[in-house]
C-alpha cells in the first residue's frame, strides 16, 4: 500500500482504537502505536448518549454493545442532604425515540475490549504495544514518526500522524509545547461496589445524580447489574502536590465518608458498603486554536481533554474518529483534509469543554447557590432537563 495511504496513530484507547476502524474500513492502512506494553482493565463506567452510541452502531458494533450495555431508565436526582428528589429525566426508550440512539452505560473497560476486538478483525489495522511515539518530522509527502520500544528507536514514514495519546500527549507537546493540564482542584474518588451489598434504590436501572455543597455523587449500574459505579466528587487540591507518576493514588475510605458526614443516611450507608476507593484528580485544558500541522493532527484527550460533568469526554473522541474517518477517506490532499476536520470539530469540542466547566460549578455550589440550584432544578421538568443538551445529543457525526 503506498505511503499515502498509510496512517500511524500514537495511543490505542477508546478514540485511537475508534479512529483506526474509521480509517481502515475507508481503504487505509493504520498502525496504532500504544505506549503500554499489553492492554489491561482500567476505569470504571462511562455513560454513552446519542451522539456517540450511534457512531458505534453505524461501525456495526451494536451486537456487542447489547451484551456489554444496558440502557438506564431514567436520571434521578437528589438533594444531598435530605435524599428529596428533585428531577427525574426520561432515558431508556425517551433518548432513541427522541434523538434516534440510545444512551447506554457500560464500563469502560468492556467497551475497549469490543473495540479492540473489531480492530483485530480488520487486515489493514496492526497494533504495536509497548511502542510509544517520541518525536516526528514534517516533510512533503508526510511524516516520519520515530517511535521508542525498549529503548530502541525507529523510524517510519507515514501519511499522516493522528496523535490519540491523551491529556499528557507527546504528539501536542511536540507541536505546542509542554504545558500543563489546568487542575480543576476537585477530587473523584471512584468505587465499584457489588449491587448485591446496595439497598434497592442504589442498585435499580438508573443514573442517580446526588448535590450538596460543594460535592456530588453519581452511581449507575454495570454488567448486567452485578455492580454499581459509585463516582464521588468534592473540592480538593491534593493533585497540586501529588508526587506520584499518574493522575489516580488509592485513597482513605474514611477521609471520603468525613467528606459526606452530613449527607443523608442513604449516600452515608452506600460510601460505607465501599471496598475500597481511589482518588482521581480532575484537569483539562483551555480549547486550542488549532490542533495540527501539516500531515499531524489530534483527536480526544489529546486534543480537548475536558472536565467530566458532561460525561462527554469517551463521546467527543468517538465522534472525532467518525469525522476524521470520512475526511481522510475522501481522497483529498492529507493535510487539506486534516485541516478540514479540525474545523468541523473545533468549535464543538470547545463548546462541549465550556459546557463541562459550567457545569462543575452548577454542581459544586456553595449556598446560597446550591439553595437556589435545588429550587431550580426541581421546579423543572425532567424531560426538560434533558432537552436543553438537543445541541448535544442530535449531532451525527
Not at 130 to 153: I, S, Y
Amino acid at each position: 500500500m503506498s505511503e499515502r495511504r498509510t496512517i500511524a496513530i500514537a495511543g490505542g484507547g477508546i478514540g485511537g482504537l475508534i479512529a483506526a476502524l474509521a480509517l481502515a474500513r475507508g481503504g487505509m492502512r493504520v498502525l496504532v502505536y500504544e505506549r503500554a506494553a499489553r492492554f489491561a482493565p482500567f476505569g470504571a463506567g462511562i455513560q454513552l448518549s446519542p451522539n456517540a452510541s450511534r457512531v458505534l452502531y453505524a461501525f456495526g458494533l451494536g451486537k456487542a454493545l447489547a451484551t456489554a450495555a444496558s440502557e438506564p431508565e431514567g436520571l434521578i436526582v437528589r438533594r444531598g442532604r435530605d435524599a428529596q428528589e428533585l428531577a427525574r429525566g426520561p432515558l431508556k426508550g425517551f433518548m432513541g425515540q427522541r434523538y434516534g440512539a440510545p444512551y447506554l452505560i457500560l464500563h469502560r473497560a468492556d467497551l475497549h475490549t469490543i473495540l479492540r476486538v473489531a480492530t483485530e478483525k480488520e487486515i489493514d489495522i496492526d497494533i504495536e504495544m509497548g511502542t510509544a511515539v517520541a518525536d516526528f518530522a514534517l516533510h512533503k509527502n508526510g511524516v516520519t514518526v520515530l517511535t521508542e520500544r525498549d529503548h530502541q528507536l525507529e523510524e517510519h514514514r507515514v501519511a499522516a500522524l493522528i496523535g490519540a495519546d491523551g491529556l499528557r500527549s507527546t504528539v501536542r507537546a511536540r507541536m505546542f509545547g509542554n504545558d500543563q493540564p489546568r487542575p480543576a482542584e476537585r477530587t473523584a474518588w471512584r468505587a465499584l461496589v457489588p449491587a448485591d451489598q446496595l439497598p434497592p434504590e442504589f442498585a435499580a436501572n438508573n443514573v442517580g445524580l446526588w448535590l450538596g455543597h460543594d460535592a456530588h455523587l453519581v452511581h449507575y449500574p454495570l454488567r448486567g447489574g452485578s455492580v454499581i459505579n459509585v463516582v464521588a466528587v468534592v473540592a480538593d487540591a491534593w493533585q497540586a502536590t501529588w508526587t506520584g507518576d499518574g493522575w489516580n493514588s488509592p485513597g482513605d475510605k474514611d477521609e471520603l465518608a468525613g467528606r459526606f458526614s452530613a449527607w443523608a443516611p442513604q449516600v452515608r450507608d452506600l460510601i460505607d458498603s465501599l471496598p475500597s476507593v481511589t482518588r482521581w484528580a480532575l484537569a483539562d485544558r483551555k480549547p486550542l486554536r488549532r490542533w495540527g500541522e501539516g500531515a499531524v493532527t489530534l483527536l480526544g484527550d489529546a486534543a480537548h481533554p475536558m472536565l467530566p460533568f458532561l460525561a462527554q469526554g469517551g463521546g467527543m473522541a468517538i465522534e472525532d474518529a467518525m469525522t476524521l474517518g470520512r475526511c481522510l477517506v475522501r481522497g483529498e490532499d492529507v493535510a487539506v483534509a486534516l485541516r478540514k476536520y479540525e474545523r468541523l470539530r473545533r468549535y464543538r469540542t470547545a463548546r462541549v469543554q465550556r459546557e463541562a466547566r459550567r457545569m462543575d460549578r452548577i454542581y459544586h455550589y456553595s449556598n446560597p447557590m446550591a439553595a437556589l440550584r435545588d429550587m431550580v432544578m426541581g421546579a423543572r421538568s425532567g424531560q426538560k432537563m434533558i432537552e436543553r443538551y438537543n445541541w448535544l445529543y442530535r449531532h451525527k457525526s
